[in-house]
């Protein structure tokens, strides 16, 4: 499809578990970034990727916490020993140009993580 | 550091109302940008306007208008004669530097038949 791309849409993790969130960005769409949404909230950003380099994760709440880009397109969020504080929604955006502050992002849907 | 506050949490409205969404921000720059999104119940934010802070000119599209004012650090959105459609959640943002948005805790907008 033309939009982002993210996968799965909902996913339920028992307390420990590892989880891998997948975003797909638009095709050539140098700038990709992370936000996490709890639940009434706005989104708040996590990390800043431009191609495959992570130029910021000062968002990134614990070292729990990763996020990789190896190829510049794909991007998986990775949440080790999920804890129930995890739960949120997870929305990845991308955007055509090396980050500026006046660039519009695309939003995909989310992953709806639930940790049981 | 830069903060968004949308003071209103719900706002409900019946169809053909005129409803206007309030948002202040807080920054120390001279530079930066502001924004309005949209979230359906899908959940996809969906970008409605930018706007920068050396540009107070206001701006109408449509039924959509918005108010950007300096002086008072805030940047309203006014939608005019509301539709069933307008429902959904609506987030200010501010942004700096590279494009990491500050989101505010958004309002979520009921539009009654």
């Known amino acids: 499809g033309a939009g982002v791309s993210q996968s799965p849409r909902y996913k339920v993790a028992k307390r420990g578990q590892d989880v891998a969130l997948r975003c797909d960005p638009i095709?050539?769409?140098?700038?990709l970034f992370w936000y996490q949404q709890a639940l009434g909230q706005g989104p708040e950003f996590l990390t800043y990727?431009?191609?495959?380099?992570?130029?910021?994760k000062s968002g990134l709440p614990s070292d729990r916490f990763f996020a990789e880009r190896p190829e510049g397109s794909v991007s998986t969020l990775k949440i080790q020993r999920t804890q129930q504080e995890d739960s949120a929604v997870y929305l990845c955006?991308?955007?055509?140009?090396?980050?500026?502050?006046?660039?519009?992002?695309?939003f995909g849907s989310g992953t709806q993580l639930s940790v049981l | 550091a830069q903060k968004v506050t949308q003071a209103q949490t719900e706002i409900s409205v019946v169809e053909k109302e005129d409803v206007t969404l309030d948002c202040v921000y807080e920054t120390r720059d001279t530079t930066y940008y502001l924004f309005w999104y949209k979230q359906p119940p899908s959940g996809e934010l969906v970008f409605l306007i930018r706007?920068?802070?050396?540009?107070?000119q206001n701006e109408i599209s449509g039924r959509y208008s918005w108010n950007f004012q300096k002086s008072t650090s805030s940047f309203n959105f006014t939608i005019t004669a509301s539709q069933v459609v307008d429902s959904a959640v609506y987030f200010c943002?501010?942004?700096?530097?590279?494009?990491?948005?500050?989101f505010g805790k958004g309002t979520m907008l009921l539009v009654s038949p």
């Open positions: 990727f431009q191609n495959e380099a992570q130029l910021d």
């Open positions: 955006a991308s955007s055509l140009a090396p980050g500026q502050p006046n660039e519009k992002l695309f």
């Open positions: 943002a501010l942004s700096m530097g590279y494009s990491t948005l500050t």
């Open positions: 706007r920068n802070s050396f540009d107070e």
């Open positions: 095709s050539g769409h140098v700038s």
